[in-house]
């Protein structure tokens, strides 16, 4: 839980503004005119005119709550199935998706700073690409970080579906679809909460499986 709370803070430091839930996903008031931004990464403008302090301390911030503690506690949650071929893509899943994590955070502050020095060039009348910096990098991390939810997921699945006694309602929670609810719920919330909220989606979904994770371990 301390590792998704990290990594939260992290995601507001490198993004977060008062607006609505639209407005952060579209960037709007923040992509210079004369820039042809692109669409799959409009929100990093969003941390565009943040200092340049303000996005490295975000960046290691979130990596440090990924990389390290989020990855104890999915190593934990996956080294406690039975022994065997489920545990080992259970810990193996939740390797990746630390390493997939880290790389993602690293390219968003890299992306977000290449987005700075193009706002704040002089506007010219040619309009012009987004810079692409680390965006083919950043969209592999992204990929395997879902990727590597998914596998850990439907790995704790199937470790509940074939337990004996049979496993209790919550055994079935995964981290996916706790995430992948976060995601898109927080992009319809209003302003102002939700210009803070929307870049944390991912660790609020992940706060809230550790949470009930932990609870239902103690029942």
């Known amino acids: 839980m301390g590792g998704a709370i990290l990594s939260g803070v992290g995601d507001v430091l490198l993004l977060g503004r008062s607006v609505s839930g639209r407005d952060f996903d579209r960037a709007v008031g923040m992509i210079p005119s004369h820039v042809d931004a692109d669409r799959r990464w409009r929100s990093l403008w969003n941390g565009a005119e943040l200092s340049t302090r303000r996005v490295h301390v975000g960046t290691v911030t979130g990596a440090v709550g990924i990389g390290v503690l989020q ?60 810079p692409r910096s680390a965006t083919p990098l ?51 919330l209003p302003a102002p909460v939700a210009g803070y909220l929307r870049p944390a989606s991912m660790s609020i979904g992940l706060l809230l499986y550790f949470a009930v994770t932990a609870a239902s371990a103690e029942s």
Request: aromatic fraction near 8%; include cysteine; charge should be positive.
């Open 138 to 188: 950043l969209a592999v991390s992204a990929v395997g970080v879902f990727g590597a939810l998914a596998v850990f997921s439907g790995s704790l699945t199937i470790e509940a579906l074939r337990r004996d006694p049979p496993a209790s309602r919550w055994a079935f929670l995964t981290p996916l679809p706790c995430v992948l609810s976060t995601l898109l719920g927080f992009g319809l």
């Open 71 to 130: 990855w104890l506690s999915l190593h934990a949650i996956g080294g406690a199935t039975r022994p065997g071929p489920r545990r080992r893509l259970a810990t193996a899943s939740a390797a990746a998706f630390a390493v997939s994590g880290v790389l993602t955070h690293v390219c968003c502050g890299t992306v977000i700073q290449a987005y700075r020095r193009e706002a704040s060039l002089e506007p010219t009348d040619a309009s012009r690409p987004s």
